[in-house]
């Protein structure tokens, strides 16, 4: 069974920055999209960021110029690097797997992490 394990997020002031990290048990070198998705109270869950195997990625414009997604498969662990960060961007952010598709999509994932809160206030 593969797990996704995120990390990092926190209580930060506007304008502060976070990285979050997920961590899988495997699968990551081989995944060929991994995501980071966000949802705020009463809010529907949205893509913030993909990452294909071939490093290629994407970003919701919501955050473009603000947050970075990396990966680093020897270590089966995917970031999220934050910064200039909005009361609007609080929220519980969930790592995503897919295996074989593009990630274009909610449904595409295969995997999901348990989540790691995120807020942003002064």
């Known amino acids: 069974q593969v797990q996704l394990v995120e990390s990092g997020g926190g209580l930060v002031q506007p304008g502060g920055s976070l990285r979050l990290s997920c961590a899988a048990s495997?699968?990551?070198?081989?995944?060929?999209?991994m995501g980071w998705y966000r949802q705020a109270p009463g809010k529907q869950r949205e893509l913030v960021a993909r990452i294909t195997i071939a490093g290629s990625t994407m970003y919701a414009d919501s955050v473009k110029g603000r947050f970075t997604i990396s990966r680093d498969n020897a270590k089966n662990t995917v970031y999220l690097q934050m910064s200039s960060l909005k009361p609007e961007d609080t929220a519980v952010y969930y790592c995503?797997?897919?295996?074989?598709?593009?990630?274009?999509?909610?449904?595409?994932?295969?995997?999901w992490g348990q989540g790691t809160q995120v807020t942003v206030s002064s």
């Open positions: 495997r699968i990551i070198g081989s995944a060929n999209a």
């Open positions: 995503a797997a897919s295996l074989w598709r593009s990630g274009a999509w909610e449904g595409e994932y295969d995997y």
